[in-house]
């Protein structure tokens, strides 16, 4: 039976969108087989995942903070949040649509990435309603918001089942003909969330992908899509993340889109699987999206360089390698590419995207 409680995370907030201050809502939804999962309205943002090892013991596998602070500060890396209204990067900050060019904000420089300045991450969420077995919350995006035409209402279910799988879907529809693009940017390590880059290392990893993206050292797509037969992007068989990790050198590590394998007509794919043989415990990732975006943490504080930790949640310090993310996603920059997915919603659709985490054990 899966059972779902409430409690305030923060008692006052300012939401950037209404300006209003209110409370942070948190929804913890859990099962009998020890499994919790904890939702923030701050960002739709999952900010914890407790499942046991294959001996029982219970470990947080999500990195996050403790309070409001840590969600907001500037170096927050979109810590489990809902990322919108377009994840990942839109080279230059430009694209055209229907035949007229969009400048939208670039918050990195010479190009957007993850919404902007102010995205989805950010925003408070409404419940819409609590479930019994989830929470269902929604973001309205005001028209011209970071430079995007078109109000956006998007909804993003959690729900929990009995055999230890988090779905989560996220639905949008549009006022204008707009690009949509959302995913949840988890950040996990299955040995536990403070176990770092040792623990990260004793991961295996297997991606369902024919090929990756090719990108340019700002991680831009070329447009070219590049198959993984054989290469160090080859991971269609499982293997040993560290070794995979150290073959990469000196490169920082995985931050790629792996084009995901579809069997048709089937409409939903398995594409991730990732163990922690120590541990015991195993994820499993399926998703009606075309793209996963597997990255290595590489941008979090490089220890080894002198760089300070990122100080997380029940004393934890976060740092370079210390967890991985795969996010369900259309393929970056879409917008400038016609050969990708198309990310663009029109008023007469809806957007609509879906991921299973399930979480095992070996007994």
């Not at 010479?110 to 950010?122: A, P, S």
């Not at 990255?295 to 310090?317: C, I, R, V, W």
Request: proline share 6%; aromatic share 10%.
């Amino acid at each position: 039976m899966v059972h779902v409680t409430e409690d305030v995370f923060a008692t006052a907030a300012v939401d950037p969108f209404t300006k209003q201050t209110g409370p942070i809502r948190r929804f913890t939804l859990s099962n009998d087989e020890q499994m919790s999962v904890q939702i923030l309205t701050l960002g739709a943002t999952i900010s914890s995942i407790k499942v046991p090892d294959a001996k029982g013991q219970v470990e947080d596998v999500t990195l996050g903070f403790d309070d409001l602070a840590g969600y907001q500060g500037e170096n927050n890396p979109y810590m489990g949040a809902t990322i919108g209204r377009v994840c990942n990067r839109i080279a230059n900050g430009k694209f055209q649509l229907d035949g007229q060019a969009i400048e939208v904000s670039r918050n990195r420089g010479t190009f957007q990435l993850h919404g902007g300045f102010v995205g989805f991450d950010k925003a408070h969420w409404k419940v819409l309603e609590v479930l019994p077995n989830g929470v269902s919350m929604t973001h309205t995006n005001p028209d011209g918001h970071e430079g995007y035409p078109g109000e956006v209402r998007a909804t993003v279910t959690f729900t929990l089942t009995e055999d230890n799988c988090l779905h989560v879907r996220m639905d949008a529809s549009t006022s204008k003909t707009t690009p949509v693009n959302l995913t949840n940017h988890s950040y996990f390590n299955l040995a536990g969330h403070k176990a770092g880059r040792k623990g990260l290392y004793e991961h295996n990893i297997s991606i369902n992908a024919y090929g990756i993206t090719e990108t340019d050292n700002e991680s831009i797509p070329t447009g070219k899509i590049l198959p993984v037969d054989g290469g160090k992007f080859d991971l269609r068989l499982i293997s040993n993340l560290g070794e995979r990790l150290e073959q990469l050198q000196p490169a920082l590590g995985y931050d790629d889109n792996f084009c995901v394998q579809f069997e048709p007509p089937q409409s939903f794919a398995n594409v991730a699987r990732v163990t922690h043989p120590p541990s015991g415990r195993w994820l499993e990732i399926a998703s009606n999206q075309p793209g996963v975006q597997f990255y290595t943490s590489n941008f979090l504080p490089d220890t080894a360089k002198g760089e300070s930790a990122l100080a997380g949640k029940a004393g934890a310090a976060y740092a370079k390698h210390g967890a991985f993310c795969l996010e369900t996603q259309k393929f970056p920059d879409s917008v400038n590419h016609a050969n990708f997915p198309s990310t663009i919603l029109r008023p007469e659709e809806k957007y609509h995207h879906e991921v299973i985490y399930k979480f095992g054990r070996q007994r």
